[in-house]
C-alpha cells in the first residue's frame, strides 16, 4: 500500500514538472514571437511537436500547435500559423482521436483565421474533413461542415458556404444563407432557383428533413416571396408538391407532377438530372443505362449522381454521400 501511494505521488511529481515545463517551454516561444523573431520560434514549435509525437505525447503535441497557431495568425504570419494548424491535424490524425466538438470547433477557428485565396487553406480543409468523417468514407462531419459553412458565409463566399450547408443537418442556416445570396446577388426572377436547387440536392443526398426546413424558411424569409402555399411562382408550387410527394412515395405522383411543371423545370437543364436521381431514391425508378448527355456535362452528372454507386451495391445506405457542387 505505501509503495503504492508513494508512486502515485511520483506520478503526479512528474505530471506538475512536465506541465511546468510545457508552461515555461510556452512562455519562451511567445516572447519570441512578440519580439519578432518569428523564424525561430515557429522551428522550435516544429521541434518540440515532433519530439512530443516521438514520445506519444499527442494531446500535448496538439494543444501547443493549436496555440501557437493562433499566436502567428495574430501576428499575421499566416504561413508559419497554416503551417502549425496542419501539425494539429497531423496530431489528430496519428493519436487516432474520437471526433468530438470541441475538437471540431478548434479546427473551425483555425480554418476562419486563414487568408480565404490561400492554398494551404484548401489542403487543410480537405485533410479536416477527411479526419473528421472518421474514416467512414463519409465527405466529412455534418458539425464540421456547418462550422466551415457559417465562417464561408461571413466571408460571402456564398457558393462555397452552399456546398459545405448541403453536407450538414442545418437546413434552416442554409436558408437564411441563401436568402441573403439571393437578395445580394441575384435576379428577382429568380428568387425560386436559389431555393430550388438546394432543395433537390438535399434530397438527392437523401436528406428529406432539411430539404423541407430550408424550403419552409427560405420561402417565408425571402422578402420577395408572398405567404403561400401556394405560391405565386409555379417552381416553389412544384418543389411545395415534390416534397409531399416524397413522404407519399407514389410514382404515378411523381410521374404527373414532373410532366405538368416541365415549362419550369426547363428553366434548369439540372432540375430533370436531379429528378431522376430522387425517382431512384423515392419512388423504384430504375437507374438510366446511358446519360443523355455528353462530354462536361456529362462528366459533372457522373461525379454528382454516381458518386454512391461507384463504391458498390452494398455502400448504398440512407445516408451515402453524393458529391454536389
Known amino acids: 500500500m505505501a509503495a503504492a501511494a508513494m508512486a502515485e505521488q511520483e506520478s503526479a511529481r512528474n505530471g506538475a514538472r512536465n506541465r511546468g515545463g510545457v508552461q515555461r517551454v510556452e512562455g519562451k516561444l511567445r516572447a519570441s514571437v512578440e519580439k519578432g523573431d518569428y523564424y525561430e520560434a515557429h522551428q522550435m514549435y516544429r521541434t518540440l511537436f515532433f519530439r512530443y509525437m516521438s514520445q506519444s505525447k499527442h494531446t500535448e503535441a496538439r494543444e501547443l500547435m493549436c496555440s501557437g497557431a493562433l499566436l502567428f495568425f495574430s501576428h499575421g504570419q499566416q504561413n508559419s500559423a497554416a503551417d502549425l494548424s496542419m501539425l494539429v491535424l497531423e496530431s489528430l490524425e496519428k493519436a487516432e482521436v474520437e471526433v468530438a466538438d470541441e475538437l471540431l470547433e478548434n479546427l473551425a477557428k483555425l480554418f476562419s483565421l486563414m487568408d480565404p485565396n490561400s492554398p494551404e487553406r484548401v489542403a487543410f480543409v480537405s485533410r479536416a474533413l477527411k479526419w473528421s468523417s472518421g474514416g467512414s468514407g463519409k465527405l466529412g462531419h455534418p458539425r464540421l461542415h456547418q462550422l466551415l459553412a457559417l465562417t464561408l458565409w461571413k466571408e460571402q463566399n456564398y457558393c462555397e458556404s452552399r456546398y459545405h450547408f448541403l453536407h450538414s443537418a442545418d437546413g434552416e442556416g442554409c436558408a437564411h444563407m441563401l436568402v441573403e445570396y439571393s437578395t445580394s446577388r441575384g435576379f428577382r426572377s429568380e428568387v425560386d432557383m436559389f431555393v430550388a436547387q438546394a432543395v433537390l440536392q438535399f434530397l438527392c443526398l437523401k436528406n428529406k428533413s432539411s430539404a423541407s426546413v430550408v424550403f419552409t424558411t427560405y420561402t417565408q424569409k425571402h422578402p420577395s416571396i408572398e405567404n403561400g402555399p401556394p405560391f405565386v411562382q409555379p417552381l416553389l408550387n412544384f418543389i411545395w408538391f415534390l416534397l409531399l410527394a416524397v413522404d407519399g412515395g407514389k ?20 432540375y430533370n438530372e436531379y429528378l431522376d436521381r430522387i425517382g431512384q431514391l423515392f419512388f423504384g425508378v430504375p437507374p438510366k443505362q446511358t446519360s443523355s448527355y455528353g462530354g462536361l456535362l456529362g462528366n459533372l452528372l457522373s461525379s454528382l449522381m454516381g458518386a454512391s454507386e461507384q463504391e458498390g451495391d452494398d455502400s448504398q445506405d440512407d445516408s451515402s454521400p453524393i458529391e454536389l457542387d
Not at 410532366?259 to 437543364?269: A, F, K, M
Request: hydrophobic content about 35%; aromatic content about 10%.
Open 251 to 270: 410514382l404515378t405522383v411523381f410521374t404527373v407532377l414532373c410532366e405538368q411543371y416541365q415549362p419550369s423545370l426547363r428553366r434548369d437543364p439540372m
